[in-house]
């Protein structure tokens, strides 16, 4: 599931609620260190020296929580750089793998659509023959780029595979899905010229019967017969 805060502002809490052990440590010790050090004493040494107290709270306080964002946003960094692809900036396996698992939980239990896009870049291997392996990453760019473009802030684009792309589209039912296949296609055009084509397939979730394995193996169909039929084109599952 998807965090509701980031790791930098719940390690900060953390480290700020720890910080509390600094002052009261300090009071085991100065009360051990008194003669008898009845329960009584506790509020009266709280009393008589709670600037110092205040102060240990406080400056404990501020480090520990900078030293928990600190480490937080290493943790996110490190959690983002997981579950991105490096090339592209997309979303990458694991990324998808996870999201679609939640997407099919959410469609099931609250009967709204889901589709699945999966992008195929035509002639790869071509390009990285004639252009070397700059071409085949700049075309890869592209192609990431027109679907970053196209999808809305709720979709997940992902990098699948070496030359397959995958866009994870809620709430989208089919005839809106194979539009917005074909705004991608038409992306796919305008960011490289002189570049490479895609080969679209579009399927939608059986909220009945239907899981993500299904789902992709129908997108994986369509996205096989458009490429049988000629590449640069979408086809609906």
């Known amino acids: 599931m998807p965090r509701l805060f980031p790791r930098s502002l719940v390690y900060g809490l953390i480290g700020a609620a720890l910080a509390i052990g600094a002052p009261l440590g300090l009071l085991a010790v100065r009360l051990a260190a008194a003669p008898g050090h009845p329960l009584h004493s506790v509020h009266q040494e709280l009393e008589q020296d709670r600037v110092t107290y205040l102060y240990v709270t406080l400056s404990t306080a501020a480090v520990f929580a900078s030293f928990g964002v600190v480490l937080g946003r290493q943790a996110d960094a490190l959690v983002r750089l ?64 027109a679907l970053r473009t196209g999808a809305r802030a709720a979709d997940l684009p992902a990098r699948v595979g070496g030359d397959e792309f995958a866009l994870l589209t809620p709430g989208t039912p089919l005839p809106a899905a194979a539009a917005l296949a074909e705004r991608i296609r038409a992306l796919v055009a305008r960011e490289a010229p002189d570049g490479p084509t895609v080969s679209v397939g579009v399927a939608t979730l059986d909220t009945a019967r239907g899981d993500g394995a299904d789902l992709r193996d129908r997108a994986d169909a369509a996205l096989y017969e458009a490429k049988r039929k000629g590449r640069d084109r979408v086809e609906v599952a």
């Open 82 to 145: 997981s579950r991105t692809d490096a090339l592209t900036g997309l979303g990458n396996p694991l990324a998808f793998v996870d999201r679609l698992q939640q997407e099919v939980s959410h469609s099931h239990r609250y009967g709204e659509p889901l589709s699945l896009l999966l992008v195929d870049v035509d002639g790869l291997k071509s390009i990285n023959d004639q252009g070397g392996h700059g071409a085949g990453n700049r075309a890869l760019q592209a192609v990431a780029r």
